[in-house]
């Protein structure tokens, strides 16, 4: 069993749907959790990073971390084109030194 | 400058050659993280810097592969005798501490061994 799942999609969407992007994973002493989107021949980019359960919202986006689940989203509200990336979840018990990153899920936002 | 920094950004090379691939960290960010992504694999760990020293090596995928830092700022990541599934994206991240500061990534160099 991978450390951590992430359905590779790849989702399609029309422009302005709420999408949920998920991650599951098998280690309970994770407790840093983050989110990254990476556009074509770019690198990772960090958009949300959370420390243990509960929710925390930037603007469209919203990172919800459910530990008893040992389960995280990430919301985007109102979906843009712009949106059109591979989002990463990332995951960790110590910190950066000892991260483990889901394979991405592909996301298509049709204008 | 701004954010990290890799170079070449793609590098074509024949098998059995060697090749080296360079990153520029931010400034001041004292952790830096080799990563390789190959398609449909996800990001697989290399090697992490805390300063010059790489006290996790882990994830080398053979002794093919070596890496250096120095100065406590730009890192070479070294694989001799490149054989074809050596072929992916190669990754640097740095980021402000190896603890709970957020790793910020270059563009990669993406490596093509014919």
């Known amino acids: 069993q991978k450390e951590v799942e992430q359905d590779p999609g790849p989702l399609s969407v029309p422009e302005g749907a709420i999408v949920s992007l998920n991650c599951t994973y098998s280690n309970s002493a994770f407790q840093y959790f983050m989110w990254y989107r990476q556009y074509s021949r770019k690198g990772p980019e960090l958009l949300m990073y959370t420390y243990s359960s509960g929710n925390k919202e930037d603007g469209r986006f919203t990172a919800q971390v459910d530990k008893s689940s040992k389960y995280i989203s990430l919301f985007i509200r109102d979906s843009q084109p712009s949106d059109s990336a591979t989002y990463l979840c990332a995951m960790s018990e110590t910190g950066a030194n000892n991260l483990f990153f889901g394979t991405g899920t592909r996301l298509t936002v049709i204008p | 400058g701004a954010g990290v920094s890799q170079s070449p950004s793609n590098k074509v090379t024949e098998k059995g050659k060697d090749v080296e691939l360079r990153c520029d960290p931010i400034?001041?960010?004292?952790?830096l993280y080799w990563y390789r992504q190959s398609l449909g694999q996800g990001l697989e760990f290399l090697i992490y810097?805390?300063?010059?020293?790489?006290?996790?090596k882990s994830g080398l995928p053979s002794d093919r592969f070596s890496a250096e830092r120095t100065g406590g700022s730009v890192s070479t990541l070294t694989i001799q005798r490149t054989q074809q599934e050596d072929s992916a994206v190669y990754l640097c991240a740095s980021s402000l501490d190896s603890s709970y500061s957020p790793l910020h990534f270059g563009n990669g160099t993406r490596l093509t061994v014919t």
């Open positions: 400034s001041g960010h004292t952790a």
């Open positions: 810097f805390q300063g010059n020293s790489a006290p996790d």
